[in-house]
């Protein structure tokens, strides 16, 4: 069977549309925090999560105990959970007049500490909870058991799921487990990124080629009894294997997709991966090695074809979605109970005996004790539930316990129907409780200007942090020092960079993982020694390749094995010792610069025509063995013009030395193929040339936009600090994850350097002068960097700092310092440190130092955890506040921008980063398996890119269970995020409804909104079921505050 | 007359086929204690006929080999059958059946009745426990299926640990009478039908994994259930200490 063109094309489509709800999953080396349901932010928040649990099989909202216990630590907004209740009763009709619902409710939701009161089940009915009251055994179902049965499996059985899951769960077997066991293995060996000593052969050919070329002689694969050869003979492309076997499993045509879409979620980790790599034009992996996710799908369907195919060779266990369809059509009976003994949810008490006549297979026997287990389970499950319904009428009151007992089935059933109702949509109350009590928390914090501007009197230094909730406490605490004014900007500081550090083969890029940055920046050394690779450092790699060799091991354990234990030793007894001495062996960075301006082509040109003359001159060395002395600069020049096709050959140093012209003829070839002096490699490299650096027009908009979107226009200190943040941990793959999140997870000190280099420059700040923005002339802008880790701030390029600014640096450097250990001593006792810390701030420095290093740490820093608001205003609005590090600062004054146009990119920019943030956490938190990524301590790394649990699985995307739980319970508060801006609510409005994204994300409530219009008096207003409502507290003045100010306002 | 006895002896100390004599009469019984004490009785009982008959040492040497193979088929026999039991009191007594072998194993190789007994203690002692324990289950869950509900080790701590000790004890892991039984039994029999014991061993060992599997991992789907009381699972620590140091001591191992 060969595919058309347009069939091709209708798979590869199916399977990009399929894939639309698996969230991008990138390398953990810049772990990007993502909403894990990031591509069904299109529908409302509630659909979504719904659809995430299906597709997922994940849970949304924490579970009922937990939000009681939040209940009673105060985090509950009681009033809207009423309130929420009553709207829920009022919505619905013919309910059970006989009952309080509203007290039932409330009881349910509040003391009941069952899961659920009406879990699922198929034979619950008001007539069977009716005979149970009656003292009676529930009845059977009435009328047709085959048809009830079929009923039942169709509830169970989904067409779209795969026909190996069916196969599981009426067969009992594993097809599903050992699927995903052999994918991983396949997919690690395609992926490694140099973890393995031994890389899989041709992956040059894409995943699916390679794959298969390997696949017919994996002796893995025929221990296992697979027949691969036959399947893949069948096909040659990915898209027509996908095909092959959707026809083969007989899956109808009409839910291809879905069926794609279940076998991809299966395994959302390494899809997600995939995805990543298919979007991300500039991964080098992904370049040299190309994958997607057809390739990814065939891989899949014919592993699970073929384990299909054994499963019916040697059990007799059907093998397509047909003879699946076949079984639970035609032998119901046989099928329900299959299901109820594989699926785990038979009577415990009646398993033995169907399991018996299961492999007796005698159907007569079958169909008898299908019928009385039936009956058994009807029973069971109508007893369970009336014993559900009478504690909780019985916790409401007696009067209702009565009524409960007097209910006609008919109403029972009603009352089933509601608390069901409830029931599914209970988790949404709860987490619009428990955030209409974080909304009121803010509220109350705001502190509303009480009239005109505060004084303008210079501070000593200003200092801009990223807006991550761990600037914060440092924010606050720097500020309470003296002197100090902050800033809140995105850790990119605006400027969107690709960063080529030295010393690194790769180009990292520094911004928002939406973005892509169009300039780049080299890090050039700006020594003039010529620096040799000290000892330490050579013996250090000796070693490190000495560790990757697969034959080392047969080797060299015994003869430097012991050099190892002096590091295990070290860092386990007295990790900042160790790490102090090691530090201190390695050599230090040298001092660089940042290429930050645009090479003009002429500079282009000469940089490349250096380039190539240096390896002109490597390659005569190399290649002909004639040193530099023999050669001159003109051979140079014309070898480097006959190579590029400028010149006819021969050349001058051919016909000196007497080269044959086949010799010479090689070594042209080689110049251009080897040292790529090529005229198509050297337009590319003026095309990449064209890259670095920027203009002195994009410079002075970048300072102008970061200055601005932060109100900062006047009033410059003589230091203006330009912060970054970055963490610093031992052995934690999830390092990343601690680093910015506006730096696409890296670490954002370039950005730093390159405004400060940029707001520094006298051409730029002239310019920014005519704009209306005067910095003073004594105003220095300094790149610095916080280790929120340790909460040290280290200042930068300080080489280049003018003279007269050294007299204030020891007063800059000690308030810096002191912030960082009262920062430190409000941060380690959260993390478990004793209490007393909280006052000897030297000591809580002393031991944040120590987590940094201490390789068994699995918890260096909380994070980001706790994330909850986002603020987008002035910091006067919330300076001397204390918001326990949970807040996203970012500085806006809307009265710079009439427009609009700066709210626009922080909303599309930091919001956003700030809702994946907050995402991450809250899905991690409530179901810290499938959307969390576990525990720490059973990952492993995988392939240099991700982790695994174990040794093998699927990628682990998701925070791990140390990131946001404490002690076995929620340490992050599960909210979404609640966006505060500083704006005239009409100007907010409309500033929103410009964006589309934005609009749908507040819309469909994936973040809250809360607007506090500076020109109504600082009132605030809360988006609330699609209408802001004024927060009753909010205000500078003359509203008394409310008991309920929910219901007040809704009043 | 010594053949009937033989093959009575067969019936209540479990040996293939016969062993299903005693499977059957500990099954008929109420869960719990009273299959307990059936698999502490019934072996020694068995070993007390065993007694009437003629020691081996009078046989020939074909007919002692015979029955020391025949010993070895049926630990195998039932050791694999208890593979795929999926219930805590068939696998248990399947097990108990297995290792009861090693008794007809000391009995053939000439092994005073004191000894046997002990020997029969070291698997009837953690079966005994492992049948209260699947008695515990089938009264509050309803049933002693294994890994219907998985991860029971979260919602019964104590008693899943002190089944665990059980399994441990009655697939002869080290430290456990059972361990020390069949490394002496091993010592005393024809160095041929070593090779067949140890892949007993693996059975035994895949057995109690696959129990392990299904009770220690995985999330807990059933009803909320309570635990066994701390002091039964006490009791059951003290019986299974004892039973370590009847080990020890039985076993030569100076503590």
Not at chain 1, 270 to 296: C, E, N, S, T
Not at chain 2, 69 to 90: F, H, N, P, V
Not at chain 2, 149 to 175: D, E, F, I, K, Y
Request: with cysteine; glycine share 10%.
């Amino acid at each position: 069977m060969t595919l058309t063109l347009g069939d091709r094309l209708k798979v590869r489509s199916m399977v990009y549309v399929a894939s639309e709800p698996i969230p991008r999953f990138w390398p953990m080396r810049t772990f990007i925090h993502h909403n894990p349901l990031y591509g069904l932010e299109h529908r409302p928040f509630v659909e979504a999560v719904a659809e995430g649990s299906r597709l997922f099989h994940a849970r949304g909202y924490l579970d009922r105990g937990q939000y009681q216990e939040y209940r009673r630590e105060g985090r509950i907004d009681d009033a809207l959970l009423r309130r929420r209740i009553r709207e829920f009763l009022a919505a619905r009709a013919g309910l059970p007049s006989e009952l309080d619902l509203e007290a039932w409710l409330w009881h349910l939701a509040t003391a009941c500490r069952r899961p659920r009161v009406v879990e699922a089940g198929d034979w619950v009915s008001g007539a069977g909870i009716a005979a149970v009251w009656r003292g009676q055994p529930a009845p059977p179902p009435e009328g047709d058991l085959d048809a009830a049965l079929r009923a039942a499996l169709g509830r169970r059985c989904a067409p779209e799921s795969p026909v190996y899951a069916h196969v599981d769960a009426l067969f009992g077997t594993t097809l599903g487990a050992t699927l995903d066991d052999l994918l991983s293995k396949s997919c690690l060996d395609f992926f490694d990124e140099g973890q393995s000593a031994w890389q899989a052969p041709g992956r040059e050919a894409g995943f699916f080629r390679a794959w298969k070329a390997i696949a017919r002689r994996n002796a893995r694969f025929l221990l296992r009894g697979l027949h691969l050869r036959q399947v893949l003979a069948e096909e040659e492309t990915a898209e027509g294997m996908v095909a092959y076997v959707l026809r083969r499993l007989e899956v109808p045509e009409a839910v291809w997709q879905d069926y794609i879409t279940r076998e991809l979620t299966r395994m959302h980790g390494w899809a997600g991966f995939i995805r990543y790599r298919m979007g991300a034009k500039h991964y080098y992996w992904a370049q040299r090695y190309p994958a997607d996710l057809v390739d990814f799908l065939a891989v899949r369907m014919v592993l699970g074809f073929a384990l299909l195919q054994e499963g019916r060779r040697h059990h007799g266990t059907p093998a397509s979605a047909s003879e699946i369809l076949a079984l639970l059509d035609g032998k119901p009976r046989q099928a329900y109970l299959r299901h109820e003994l594989y699926g785990g949810t038979i009577l415990p008490a009646w398993a033995h005996r169907v399991d018996n006549a299961l492999a007796r297979g005698r159907p007569e026997a079958i169909a008898r004790i299908a019928s009385a287990y039936v009956a058994a389970r009807t029973d069971w499950e109508n007893r369970r539930t009336a014993e559900a319904l009478r504690a909780l009428a019985q916790a409401v009151g007696a009067t209702e316990e009565a009524a409960l007992a007097d209910l006609a089935p008919g109403q029972t059933d009603a009352l089933l129907s509601v608390l069901r109702d409830w029931e599914d949509g209970e988790g949404q109350v709860w987490l619009e409780a428990m955030e209409s009590r974080c909304i009121d928390e803010l509220v109350a914090k705001i502190r509303p200007p009480a009239s005109g501007e505060p004084g303008a009197k210079r501070p000593f230094a200003q200092a801009l942090f990223c807006i991550d909730v761990r600037s914060e406490r440092m924010r606050r605490h720097l500020e309470a020092l003296g002197d100090y004014q902050t800033f809140g900007i995105a850790g990119f500081f605006g400027i969107p960079l690709g960063y080529l550090e030295f010393g690194k083969g790769s180009e990292a890029h520094l911004c928002p993982a939406v973005q892509t940055p169009k300039n780049l920046v080299l890090e050039i050394p700006a020594g003039l020694d010529f620096e040799e690779e000290p000892l330490y450092d050579a013996l250090e790699h000796v070693l490190h390749e000495l560790k990757a060799s697969v034959l080392s091991p047969f080797v060299a354990v015994e003869a430097v094995g012991l050099l190892f234990s002096l590091g295990l030793v070290g860092r386990t007894l007295a990790p900042l010792g160790y790490h102090r001495w090691r530090t201190r062996l390695h050599a230090g960075k040298p001092v660089t610069r940042l290429l930050l301006d645009k090479l003009s082509p002429e500079q282009a040109d000469s940089v490349i025509r250096a380039v190539q003359r240096a390896m002109i001159v490597r390659a005569l060395a190399r290649e002909l063995r004639i040193p530099r002395d023999q050669v001159t600069d003109d051979d140079v020049r014309n070898l480097r013009e006959i190579a590029l096709g400028n010149e006819p050959g021969p050349s001058r140093l051919a016909q000196r030395l007497g080269m044959t012209e086949a010799a010479e003829r090689e070594f042209l070839d080689k110049l251009r193929s080897v040292y790529r002096i090529d005229q198509g490699v050297t337009s590319l490299q003026m095309g990449r040339l064209g890259r670095i650096g920027f203009s002195v027009e994009e410079q002075v908009r970048y300072v102008t936009q970061a200055l601005l979107s932060i109100g900062a226009d006047r009033n410059f200190s003589r230091f203006v600090l330009l912060v970054a943040h970055m963490s610093q941990s031992e052995n934690n793959p999830y390092e990343s994850a601690l680093d910015c999140g506006a730096c696409g997870g890296g670490k954002g000190l370039p950005n730093a350097r390159a405004l400060a280099g940029m707001a520094n420059k006298p051409e730029v700040r002239r310019r920014l002068r005519e704009r209306g923005i005067v910095i003073p002339e004594d105003t220095w802008f300094l790149p610095a960097i916080h280790n929120t880790t340790t909460d040290v701030i280290e200042l930068h390029d300080l080489d280049l700092l003018p003279a007269r600014h050294l007299l204030y640096l020891e007063r800059l450097r000690s308030g810096l310092s002191a912030a960082g250990r009262c920062c430190a001593a409000e941060r380690m006792p959260l993390l478990g440190a004793a209490p007393r810390l909280a006052a000897d701030p030297f000591a809580a420095a002393a031991l944040a130092q120590r987590q940094a290093h201490d390789w068994s740490q699995v918890r260096p820093e909380w994070g980001l955890a706790r994330n909850a608001y986002a603020i987008v205003a002035r910091r006067a609005l919330t300076e001397g506040v204390d918001l326990q590090g949970r807040a996203f600062l970012q500085s806006y004054d809307y009265r710079l921008d009439p427009k609009g146009r700066l709210l626009e990119n922080i909303l599309t920019g930091p919001l956003v980063v700030g809702e994946w943030i907050n995402l991450e956490h809250y899905f991690s938190v409530v179901d810290t398996e499938s959307y969390g990524s576990g525990s720490k301590v059973y990952h492993n790394v995988a392939g240099r890119f991700a982790v695994m649990t174990g040794n093998q699985s699927d990628l682990r995307t998701g925070l791990p269970a140390q990131t946001v739980l404490k002690d076995g319970r929620p340490y992050h508060e599960p909210v979404r995020l609640i966006a505060l801006v500083e704006a005239p609510l009409e100007f907010a409005r409309r500033t929103v409804g410009r964006i589309a994204k934005v609009q749908a994300l507040i819309g469909g409530g994936w973040v809250r909104l809360l607007v506090l219009d500076p020109e109504d008096d600082y009132r605030v207003h809360v988006l609330e079921d699609g209408g802001f409502r004024v927060h009753p507290r909010s205000g500078r003045g003359g509203h008394a505050p409310s008991k309920n100010p929910v219901l007040e306002a809704s009043s | 007359m010594s053949l009937s006895l033989c093959l009575l002896a067969a019936s209540v100390l479990p040996l293939f086929p016969l062993g299903w004599v005693f499977n059957r009469l500990v099954a008929s019984l109420p869960a719990g204690i009273a299959q307990g004490l059936a698999a502490l009785i019934l072996p020694q009982l068995g070993i007390a006929l065993l007694g009437l008959v003629p020691p081996s040492s009078t046989w020939p040497v074909s007919w002692r080999y015979g029955a020391m193979a025949w010993a070895t088929g049926s630990a195998l026999l039932y050791a694999l059958r208890a593979l795929s039991a999926r219930d805590l009191g068939i696998w248990t007594r399947l097990m108990l059946s297995s290792g009861l072998g090693v008794v007809w194993l000391g009995w053939c190789a000439g092994a005073p009745a004191a000894v046997l007994r002990a020997v029969a203690v070291g698997w009837s002692l953690p079966g005994a426990v492992a049948l209260f324990l699947a008695g515990v289950l089938v009264r509050r869950v309803g049933g002693a299926y294994i890994g219907l509900q998985g991860g029971l080790a979260t919602v019964m701590p104590r008693m899943t640990a002190s089944l665990v000790l059980a399994a441990l004890a009655l697939t002869a892991t080290p430290v456990f009478p059972a361990f020390f039984a069949l490394w002496r039994g091993l010592g005393s029999i024809p160095l041929a039908f070593v090779p067949f014991w140890l892949p007993l061993i693996f059975l035994w060992g895949w057995a109690a994994g696959r129990l392990f599997q299904d009770l220690l991992f995985g999330d807990y789907r059933g009803e909320r259930v309570a635990d066994i009381g701390r002091p039964s699972a006490a009791l059951i620590g003290l019986v299974l200490l004892a039973a370590v140091v009847l080990g020890f001591h039985r076993g030569g191992v100076t503590l």
